[in-house]
């Protein structure tokens, strides 16, 4: 079965301070990923999407940046972060059986 | 472009109580609908969906059916528990517009259920 991991759970960063956060899955291969933020009390907004290796999609323009090193593994950086980065960051990922998507855990992120 | 909406929560409910959550959605093509649960503190969970008009979606006593005449894709349960309290995210993913898999969310609604 297809299992999808995200690391850290809970982040609390100071501003101007790098970030990496780390999305893998397991059980499957060359899944599109998705990085999401969910803002306090607010919907999902999708940052980044990959339909392969080295292949990043940009959504909407920001302080930050995905890449996809290897097939299963989607990471979520910025050089320097800003308070308006604080939110539930949400992995996901999808393949050609299945039209819907699978979330991860999530990641709060604080940023201070 | 594709767009979803969902009716403004929170939703409060006595326990056993019935449960509609309004969804209707525009597409540029033809959509699957998705609903999605998330629980305090959680990610997002497929909870049913539906791949062509009139299916029915159902998963732990929640159902809803795909109307294409009405562009609406309501979420029900006849009973709902206290275990039921969560954000619930209509979604959908059109085939012309969605390139890889991509969703459209609504921006959720908060349901409450006290006994």
């Known amino acids: 079965s297809q299992t999808i991991h995200q690391w850290p759970a809970t982040l609390v960063q100071p501003v101007g301070s790098p970030l990496s956060l780390e999305c893998t899955v397991e059980?499957?291969?060359?899944?599109?990923l998705y990085w999401y933020r969910q803002a306090a009390g607010r919907g999902l907004q999708l940052l980044f999407y990959?339909?392969?290796?080295?292949?990043i999609s940009s959504e909407v323009p920001q302080n930050l940046s995905a890449s996809r090193p290897q097939d299963r593994q989607f990471i979520l950086s910025s050089k320097k972060l800003l308070l308006s980065d604080s939110g539930f960051y949400l992995c996901?990922?999808?393949?050609?059986?299945?039209?819907?998507?699978?979330f991860g855990p999530g990641t709060r992120l604080t940023v201070l | 472009g594709d767009s979803v909406t969902q009716m403004e929560g929170p939703v409060t409910l006595s326990e056993e109580a019935f449960l509609t959550i309004n969804c209707t959605y525009t597409?540029?093509?033809?959509?699957?609908l998705f609903w999605y649960v998330q629980y305090p503190g959680e990610g997002l969970q497929l909870l049913l969906k539906?791949?062509?008009?009139?299916d029915k979606g159902s998963n732990k006593g929640f159902e809803a059916t795909y109307r294409k005449e009405t562009t609406s894709f309501h979420l029900e349960k006849g009973s709902v528990q206290v275990s039921d309290s969560a954000v619930y995210f209509c979604?959908?993913?059109?085939?012309?517009?969605?390139?890889?898999?991509?969703?459209?969310f609504g921006t959720g609604t908060q349901l409450k259920v006290e006994l």
């Open positions: 996901a990922w999808s393949d050609w059986i299945y039209n819907e998507q699978f």
């Open positions: 059980g499957t291969s060359n899944p599109n």
């Open positions: 990959s339909v392969g290796i080295g292949q």
């Open positions: 597409a540029t093509g033809y959509p699957s």
């Open positions: 539906a791949t062509k008009a009139d």
């Open positions: 979604a959908l993913s059109d085939p012309v517009t969605g390139g890889g898999n991509k969703l459209t």
